[in-house]
């Protein structure tokens, strides 16, 4: 009894790494690059939602979604996994360490914009040149 959503999400493993792999293993929002995995990569879907990619999938297959796999007829799983891949093919994607991608989701909502991960990163860019400042400083005074 396996859980829909979690299932549909391998369809999204290979567009995950070209998206990794375009923005050269580096976060868009604090420039941290994957290195023997200690920096945790993500792929975001900009402008749109897995949730919103999945029902398109089903409406456009004329599929009824089921929250647990076993409610599907078979070959009916198979026909959404390949129409979300093929989805994906339109769908831009922006790479974020895990960290800020929660956090992204956490402040802006599940629908988090393109302008809003713009946002994000000029407050982070802000919060460490201030931080950067108070560390010059007290090395300056001491």
Known sequence: NTNTRKYLRQATESWKRNVIDKAGKTCFITGKKQKNNKVFLTAHHVDRTFNSICKEAHRN?????????????????????????????????????????????????PHATLDDIREMKRNYRKMNHENRCKVYKSKRSA
Do not use: F, M
Not at 61 to 89: C, D, F, M, W
């Open 61 to 109: 297959l004329n599929i009824k979604y089921h929250n647990s796999t076993t409610e599907y007829k078979p070959g009916e799983l198979q026909a959404v996994l390949a129409e979300i891949e093929r989805l994906h093919r339109d769908i831009e994607g922006i790479c974020l360490c895990k960290e800020w991608h929660d956090r992204l989701h956490k402040e802006y909502g």
